[in-house]
Each structure stands twice: as structure tokens, then as C-alpha cells.
């Protein structure tokens, strides 16, 4: 590398000619292209670094690992490196230690599986899911019953007592259709008639298939004056969930959430092409032609004068935590995954635990600050209904 940086003027930036003609001079029996053609081994192997790199969500290069933890960037001083690494394996050594001390590592384990085990390990690194800045909604359940659907009504309501009746009313997508307890419940909150917002919807849909431990739900922020032509995508989202069991749900949601389908839709195809085998086709039918705009209408003000978004922002909410406005491109599968790592480990676990000692697997609401009363009743024979919608 010292050699091909020697090769570039000052003011100049090193090219592929550069590194073309080193090999040359060092290596003449060597043949360039087979090493630098877009098809060689050693090309694939760029690939696979650069799609690695991607996936980690590590930010701007350039970056460095030590056991898979990345420096920051005042690690990243020339002068400081080789200090901070001697550092970093200090610390490193006593985790060892530890870890052989209290029996937990031995000559028999693999120390990289033995790394890759621990609970501070994710897959991604998403600074909007791990940072320690922390918004929640209440969702404490109001005592008067609202229908979602009626938008003058819920216009009226005070913040809470509008997140109360969108929650009470979301419907959910999981990965299978048996009843199960979801310690991990998660919205998506986007324009589906915008590609952006059709992107989060398939990415959480990915991250649904391998997803033992959460329920998905949706909302729409519309980015403009709701009418009924630009809300085809929409209204077929929340009539799919309204009217069709889960297994068809996800299939069909998968199907609107692919580009193809909204240009056809847009160019005046009914949605009624695009229904799945399995599908109640006449429910599914009569609801979207008398669904009307009102529950759109009720998600948008929920979006926009509780969560605070602005027309078309897209969000998720964790059990409660908000993380948004998020940009087109923020949000992967991958991402949901941390998500529900984080979200799971840090409390929902252990609540889920709770309730299965308490013998009942229903849904509601519980607050947060709950948590600490839960794990400390005794009282097993008490019947609680818990949804998990704490941070």
C-alpha cells in the first residue's frame, strides 16, 4: 500500500492505474486483470466486504473494529491508535479472565462463538435503536370506548385518550396464525402510497419471517390532502387487516408492497386483481368500497399531534418508544432485528416471563413504570392481561 500511495502526486487521488502499475513493477510474472477484473475471486471477496459493511450500518469509513466493538472517531487519531488498541486489549484480557475464573470459558469453547454469544452483541449498528435518548407514548387505556372510525369524535379526544383508542383498535400481523404471547409489539408508521413507505412495510415483512417474538402493526401519515385516489395502497392495507386471517395478510401485503403493483394500481388497475388465492374475496371487497377516509384521517392526526410527525414522516414505535422521523433509506430487516433484540432483552423478557408463570396469555395495556410492581408480585393465582408496550 506504502508503495502505491509513493506513486501519487501531491494534490492527486490514487487511481486503479496506480495499483495496475505497482503490480507490474513487483510482481511482473502476476496477471493484473485476473486480479483486478470485475469477475475474479479477489473481486468477489471485495464484494462481500462491501455488502458486510453495508449491513452493519457502521456509518462513514473509515472505521475500525477491535472484537467487533468500532473505535470512535478520536480512537481513530494516528498519534492515539496504538494506545488505544494496547487499551483495548487490556481491557479485553480481564474479560477473558472473568469469564475463565467464574467457569463460563474453558480450553473446550470456541472464544469466537464464546463472543458472539454475549447479550451486548448485535448484527447492526443503528445509533436512532441504540442511543440512550428515549421517547415513549402512554398508552393507558381510557374508560370510554371510541370507535377508531369516527374521526369527528376522535378529533376531540386529548393525546392520550387518543393513543388509547389506537391502540385499543390496532390490528396485528405475526409470523404465525396460532395465538401466541408477543413480548415485542411494533408499528410502522408511513405513507404506503409512497415508495419509501412501501419499503418499510416490506422490510418489516422480512423481518416477520424469522420474528418469534413480535406482532406487527401499522399507521398512515399521509403526505398530502387525503382522497380516495391517492390512498388505493392505504385503505388496501387496513381493509387486508380488517378482513383477512393471518396467513393471507402477509402474503397480500407483500404483494402491495412491491413497486409493480402501486404503477399498476395508479395506472387504473382495481386492487381486486392483486387478492391472493385463500382470500375472502367478497368481505375483502365490500370493505374497501365502503371503508371510507375517516380511519385514515384518524391515523394522520394521531401521527401528527401525538407522535408529532409531519406530513408523510415515517417512524417505528418499540413497545411504546418512538424512533423518528426516520429517513427514506434508515430503516432495513436488519434494523427490526436489533430493534427486537434491544427491546426484548431489556424488559420485555422478563414481563413475558411473568405473565407465563401467571398462566394467562391475553392482551392488554400496561404502563411502563408497571414493570417494577409485576416483578415483584408473589401473587401467582392474580389474572393480569398484559401487551408489551414498554422500552
Known amino acids: 500500500m506504502t508503495h502505491m500511495y509513493h506513486e501519487v502526486k501531491d494534490g492527486n487521488v490514487l487511481t486503479v ?6 503490480l507490474r513493477s513487483k510482481y511482473p510474472h502476476a496477471d493484473v486483470q485476473s ?16 455488502t458486510f459493511y453495508k449491513k452493519t450500518g457502521l456509518g462513514p469509513l473509515p472505521q475500525a473494529l477491535f472484537n467487533g466493538v468500532p473505535f470512535n472517531r478520536e ?19 480481564g474479560f477473558f479472565q472473568r469469564a475463565v475464573f467464574m467457569g463460563l470459558l474453558n480450553d473446550h469453547i470456541n472464544v469466537m462463538d464464546f463472543l458472539m454469544d454475549q447479550h451486548n452483541v448485535v448484527s447492526r449498528i443503528n445509533p436512532t435503536i441504540l442511543g440512550a435518548e428515549r421517547r415513549y407514548i402512554h398508552f393507558r387505556s381510557t374508560s370510554v370506548p371510541f370507535d377508531v372510525e369516527d374521526f369527528s369524535t376522535f378529533s376531540f379526544l386529548d393525546s392520550q385518550d387518543k393513543s388509547a383508542v389506537i391502540s385499543d ?3 396485528y400481523l405475526t409470523k404465525k396464525d396460532e ?30 419471517k424469522t420474528s418469534s417474538h413480535t406482532r406487527v402493526g401499522i399507521l398512515n ?23 383477512q386471517s393471518n396467513s393471507n395478510l402477509k402474503s397480500f401485503l407483500s404483494k402491495l408492497s412491491k413497486e409493480e403493483t402501486a404503477k399498476s394500481l395508479t395506472a387504473g388497475t382495481k386492487i381486486a386483481k392483486f387478492l391472493i388465492p385463500g382470500m375472502d ?53 436488519e434494523d427490526f432485528n436489533l430493534l427486537e433484540k434491544i427491546t426484548y432483552s431489556t424488559s420485555a423478557e422478563k414481563i413475558k416471563a411473568i405473565v407465563k408463570e401467571m398462566g394467562n396469555s391475553n392482551l392488554v395495556y400496561v404502563p411502563r413504570q408497571s414493570l417494577a410492581l409485576l416483578s415483584r408480585r408473589k401473587d401467582t393465582s392474580a389474572k393480569f392481561c398484559i401487551t408489551f408496550m414498554l422500552g
Not at 17 to 22: F, G, M
Not at 287 to 305: S, V
Request: proline share 3%.
Open 179 to 208: 395465538d401466541a404471547l408477543y413480548a415485542v409489539t411494533i408499528w410502522i408508521i408511513a405513507d404506503f402510497d409512497k415508495p419509501s413507505g412501501r419499503r418499510l412495510l416490506s422490510n418489516a415483512l422480512k423481518h416477520l
Open 221 to 243: 401519515n399521509p403526505s398530502l390532502q387525503i382522497k380516495e385516489d391517492n390512498t388505493a395502497i392505504a385503505r388496501g392495507i387496513l381493509t387486508a387487516f380488517l378482513t
Open 169 to 171: 383498535n390496532m390490528k
Open 75 to 93: 480512537e481513530m487519531d494516528a498519534a492515539e491508535l496504538e494506545t488505544v488498541i494496547l487499551q483495548r486489549i487490556i481491557d479485553a484480557t
Open 35 to 50: 486480479i483486478l477484473d470485475a469477475h475474479s475471486e479477489y473481486d468477489e471477496g471485495r464484494k462481500a466486504g462491501a
Open 17 to 22: 492505474n496506480h495499483v495496475k502499475d505497482v
Open 281 to 333: 374475496d367478497d368481505t375483502f371487497e365490500k370493505k374497501y368500497n365502503t371503508l371510507g377516509l375517516d380511519l385514515i384521517k384518524t391515523h394522520q392526526m394521531f401521527c401528527q399531534e401525538v407522535l408529532k410527525l409531519l406530513p408523510g414522516q415515517m417512524a417505528v414505535m418499540s413497545n411504546g418508544r418512538v424512533l423518528g422521523p426516520l429517513d427514506e433509506n434508515e430503516f432495513y430487516a
